[in-house]
């Protein structure tokens, strides 16, 4: 069994690096392995609504010049999916959503119904906006969001310093334990096979 985590923050060991880290530490204590990609600091795409990704069934997006097929390429492989970032202006980094909608747009198949949790972490305030956007594409690919004692979010501005949340630590640890149960359970032999979906039946509102 094994999670992927994906920090969105720019700055690598920053705090959503140690929230996260406190996650994967609680996943290990549970014997479910889990592996955390960094998206970086350089320039990526937003999607350009091409459609080649689907037109052609890729799996993956047709732009391969930053992180996005690599974590996709992650993904086909995880049983549970966290995914966070820091707080802007109440949104997730930017970059870091831009390159998010992409992988589940181009490699929607390989998140669809995985648990699945976000993480926001902020100076101050702003979290559960950020949090709220994070967990839409979750919901939008039948996954079921993992929850915990609490929303998902820590607070701290300098390097590391959100350790010092303990309710917040707490609450990552308590995540990491929830995901490790649910992924668990998910792969017993006797597990309940996931209803098959209807046909999706697409309409907008314009007459």
């Known amino acids: 069994m094994k999670v992927l985590l994906v920090n969105g923050s720019p700055r690598e060991n920053g705090n959503t690096a140690r929230a996260l880290g406190e996650v994967a ?12 990609v960094w ?3 350089k320039p990526v795409r937003g999607c ?10 890729l799996g993956r997006c047709v732009f391969d010049d930053d992180p996005a097929n ?7 492989g995880a049983d549970g999916i966290v995914v966070g970032s820091p707080v802007y202006y109440g949104q997730p980094a930017g970059a870091f959503l831009a390159l998010w909608q992409r992988i589940c747009f181009a490699g929607g198949q390989f998140v ?8 926001a972490v902020c100076r101050r305030g702003g979290s559960t906006a950020a949090y709220q956007c994070m967990n839409m594409p979750f919901e939008m690919l039948n996954c079921p969001v993992v929850t915990s004692q609490y929303w998902n979010v820590a607070f701290g501005r300098a390097e590391g310093e959100c350790g010092r949340d303990v309710e917040g630590m707490q609450t990552m640890r308590t995540l990491g334990r929830n995901m490790a149960w649910l992924v668990k359970n998910l792969k ?3 597990a309940v096979p996931r209803p098959a979906d209807e046909p999706w ?3 907008h ?3």
């Open 201 to 203: 039946q697409p309409m």
């Open 48 to 57: 350009m609504a091409c459609g080649q990704c689907k037109a052609k069934n």
């Open 25 to 36: 530490g609680a996943l290990a204590a549970e014997g479910v392995d889990a592996e955390t």
């Open 188 to 190: 017993r032999g006797d």
């Open 112 to 119: 669809k119904t995985k648990p699945a949790a976000s993480v």
């Open 205 to 207: 509102f314009i007459r």
């Open 70 to 76: 690599g974590i996709i390429g992650k993904l086909e």
């Open 39 to 41: 998206t970086g600091n």
